[in-house]
């Protein structure tokens, strides 16, 4: 059966971001949150968000770039970064956030390009993975709608 | 007199900078069956609430005014600590400071657990401190605050 295919596929990508670090129990929270009424309160919070990460990162990269680095500013992007990281379980970006947030404070130039680097790459895992369970998700519908 | 709001139901103000946690909170309110407002800064709070962001308030305490601040029947408000401009803690002490809304509990969220920040939240009025990413468990904690509240204002209605 197609359906039952779809979310044994659907379950397995989303044990398997859990496995490596990529999203945290907070996703689980999200998923408890929608329901007939809000179907697709999930869908929406992952487009809101990764609308927002690539603000702040494309932010973060002109900062990093400035001859004189504002880093009071750098933080206060970083921190937005962290807290909707956070809100939607992407733990490993969170992480890569709290990394940023540290080379800053250091003052450490070199640390900060290495950490912007791993939130760039955290950030495109989660969205292509989100993207794909997005995609499954919508597939699943359907089908069930179809029935 | 009928009241404008349905005393049943427990009217939530909800404040954050952050269009994610917007929504979030928005849900885990709704979810538990508070009626919700959602404003991103204090300032738009106080404006929701009808109060300026002058220090004195301009009406005075007996005006048929406030009466229509009741009517909103806001019964907690909950609001992010880190937001630009105005704080969490700014918009809790301006609500302290208010002879109309200083009895309706708020609630302080933060992603950052610093132990001075929490205490001086909860020992300048706030009722909660609750940690980001903020649970659904953390929700129901807020419904004992606004029963409480509630019993208080019905036994001084009956003075």
Known sequence: ?147 | MEMAVDKTQFHVLAVDDSLIDRKLIERLLKTSSFQVTVVDSGSKALEFLGLNDDEHEQRDSNSDEDQDHQDLGVNLIITDYCMPGMTGYDLLKRIKKSSCFRDIPVVIMSSENIPSRINRCLEDGAEEFLLKPVQLSDVNKLRPHLMKARSNERLFDQH
């Open chain 1, 1 to 147: 059966m197609a359906i039952a295919a779809l979310k044994t596929q659907r379950r397995n990508l989303v044990q398997s971001m859990f496995d490596e670090g990529v999203l945290d129990n907070q996703f689980n929270q999200l998923q408890d949150l929608q329901d007939s009424s809000n179907p697709n309160f999930v869908e929406e919070v992952i487009s809101l968000f990764c609308n927002d990460a690539e603000r702040i990162i494309t932010e973060l990269n002109r900062y990093l770039n400035d001859q004189n680095v504002d880093f009071s500013k750098l933080d206060s992007y970083v921190h937005q970064l962290k807290g909707s990281s956070s809100s939607i379980g992407a733990y490993r970006l969170k992480l890569a956030c709290v990394n940023l947030r540290q080379a800053s404070e250091e003052r450490n130039m070199e640390e900060c390009a290495g950490a912007f680097n791993s939130i760039r790459r955290e950030y495109y895992v989660v969205r292509s993975k989100l993207q794909v369970l997005i995609q499954l998700e919508r597939h699943i519908v359907n089908l069930e709608n179809q029935q």
